[in-house]
Nanobody, 114 residues
C-alpha cells in the first residue's frame, strides 16, 4: 500500500504563501490521479485540487487563481498556495486515487491568521 507523507504546513498571515509537498512511497504514475483535499474544523473534507496521470488539473472554485498543483519526478506532488485567506485554514491531505479507491496521507496543518 502506498505511503503518502505531507510536509510544508504551518502558520502564515493573510496574503502569505506556503508550499505543501506530498512524498509518495511508489510512483504517482501508478495512480489515476493525485490530489489535495482539506478539512477545516467542524466541516467535511473537501476537494482542493487534482492532477491526473495525463497532467490535467482541476481546482475548487474557492482556490482558482491562488493555488497550483504540480508534480516533480515520479514521487512528489506539490500544492503552491498564494494569497492565503483565513478561510484556507484546515488540515490538508494528499490523496492518491486508483479507480474508486483513495489512499491518504496523515495531513498537514495550515493556519492563516493575523
Amino acid at each position: 500500500q502506498v505511503q503518502l507523507v505531507e510536509s510544508g504546513g504551518g502558520l502564515v498571515q493573510p496574503g502569505g504563501s506556503l508550499r505543501l509537498s506530498c512524498a509518495a512511497s511508489e510512483s504517482i504514475f501508478n495512480f489515476n490521479a493525485m490530489g489535495w483535499y482539506r478539512q477545516a474544523s467542524g466541516k467535511q473534507r473537501e476537494l482542493v485540487a487534482t492532477i491526473t496521470v495525463g497532467g490535467s488539473t482541476n481546482y475548487a472554485d474557492s482556490v482558482k487563481g491562488r493555488f497550483t498543483i504540480s508534480r516533480e519526478g515520479a514521487n512528489l506532488v506539490y500544492l503552491e498556495m498564494n494569497n492565503l485567506e483565513p478561510e484556507d485554514t484546515a488540515v490538508y491531505y494528499c490523496d492518491a486515487r486508483l479507480m474508486s479507491r483513495s489512499y491518504w496521507g496523515q495531513g498537514a496543518q495550515v493556519a492563516v491568521t493575523s
